[in-house]
């Protein structure tokens, strides 16, 4: 009899936390999974951990060779005996109740593609650093996605039978896969659910590719984040500029521009982008509320600009959040 939940977990070098992985697997309250491993050629000692795995859920592969963390993720995908597939990180912990909530929303509600949860941070000696903060409103996840990928991939779960339609994992892409889904997905209109329990302890640490590759994971979020605007807008020299300068936060031609022609570009991209005046106003409040460059005459114009247009009816707590923070970095 097949698994109801098969739980992928790809795995490079992460000996340190792997066994504090696997035992956080071991507690979760569902009994009906298979957890696959792939291992992407470690060569810390990570692999030999997983070799004295002696439960029948725990599967473990390795690749020939690193091919990269789509590589092994799509691999698991093809692997996978369960119609419902979560992801996990080697370094993370999972939670109790994760695996049991995805599936029991999954299952009860046919529509949806794609659910997550909250995760929370974690340092190397699993000490508490950070709550964070998720979009759980579908409308404005939908927005995140032109800036932003709005899910803790280590929390998803998903339909295999959905993931395998729209072509999985991409393998163009080395750091930021998990983004690039999210947008296909909702670029599909495929219906995807953050819901506000808390799945996984996300790991922050030195050697982390997040950490490590920085740069280039900023540069691929930005070519997701452009196909993702390409996909509704037409985009000029002056928008690519644009898209540039809020995504990698530096553009010279941008920053060389006039306030004025500065504000003109930026009205032009949200008129274009969206239909209502709410999301205009998030939009901005996202950008605005992030370290950048935007000059405060800027921000201010469009800040006072939709929050009168709206007539101060904000009642979503995720815009109020973030509206806060974008008028407290203007003034302090």
């Known amino acids: 009899m097949n698994p109801k939940v098969t739980i992928i977990v790809p795995v490079f070098n992460t000996v340190k936390y792997l066994l504090k992985c696997i035992k956080s697997i071991e507690k979760i309250n569902f009994d009906s999974y298979e957890v696959l491993f792939i291992d992407n050629c470690s060569t810390d000692g990570s692999y030999e951990i997983l070799k004295k795995i002696k439960s029948k859920k725990f599967?473990?592969?390795?690749?020939?060779?690193?091919?990269?963390?789509?590589?092994?993720?799509?691999k698991g995908i093809n692997l996978a005996r369960s119609p419902y597939i979560a992801i996990m990180d080697s370094d993370d912990i999972c939670l109790k109740?994760?695996?049991?909530?995805?599936?029991?929303?999954?299952?009860?509600?046919?529509?949806?593609?794609?659910?997550?949860?909250?995760?929370?941070?974690?340092?190397?000696?699993?000490?508490?650093?950070?709550?964070?903060?998720?979009?759980?409103?579908?409308?404005?996840?939908?927005?995140?996605?032109?800036?932003?990928?709005?899910?803790?991939?280590?929390?998803?779960?998903?339909?295999?039978?959905?993931?395998?339609?729209?072509?999985?994992?991409?393998?163009?892409?080395?750091?930021?896969?998990?983004?690039?889904?999210?947008?296909?997905?909702?670029?599909?209109?495929?219906?995807?659910?953050?819901?506000?329990?808390?799945?996984?302890?996300?790991?922050?640490?030195?050697k982390q590719q997040s950490y490590q590759f920085s740069k280039k994971q900023n540069l691929e979020r930005y070519k997701i984040v452009r196909e993702n605007i390409a996909n509704k807008i037409k985009i000029d020299s002056n928008l690519f500029n644009l898209v540039k300068f809020f995504v990698l936060r530096k553009d010279s031609n941008f920053e060389n521009l006039t306030v004025k022609d500065q504000i003109l570009i930026l009205d032009r991209f949200l008129n274009s982008i969206f239909k209502k005046d709410i999301f205009k106003l998030y939009f901005c409040t996202l950008i605005f509320s992030q370290p950048n460059n935007f000059r405060i005459r800027l921000k201010l114009y469009f800040i006072t600009k939709y929050v009168f247009i709206n007539k101060f009816l904000i009642f979503e707590k995720e815009i109020i959040f973030r509206l806060g923070k974008s008028l407290f970095k203007i003034f302090f």
Not at 59 to 74: M, R
Not at 170 to 177: A, D, E, G, I, Y
Not at 185 to 199: W, Y
Request: glycine share 4%; net charge positive; aromatic share 10%.
């Open 97 to 206: 109740n994760r695996i049991k909530d995805s599936y029991n929303f999954l299952k009860n509600n046919p529509n949806y593609s794609l659910v997550a949860g909250t995760s929370n941070l974690i340092d190397e000696n699993d000490r508490l650093t950070k709550i964070r903060r998720f979009t759980h409103d579908i409308n404005l996840i939908k927005c995140r996605i032109f800036l932003d990928n709005p899910i803790s991939h280590t929390t998803v779960m998903f339909r295999k039978n959905i993931i395998k339609q729209i072509g999985g994992y991409s393998q163009n892409l080395k750091f930021t896969q998990d983004f690039d889904l999210i947008s296909r997905l909702i670029n599909n209109n495929k219906n995807i659910k953050i819901l506000e329990k808390s799945f996984t302890l996300v790991r922050k640490h030195k």
């Open 59 to 74: 599967k473990i592969y390795k690749n020939k060779k690193n091919f990269g963390q789509s590589y092994s993720l799509n």
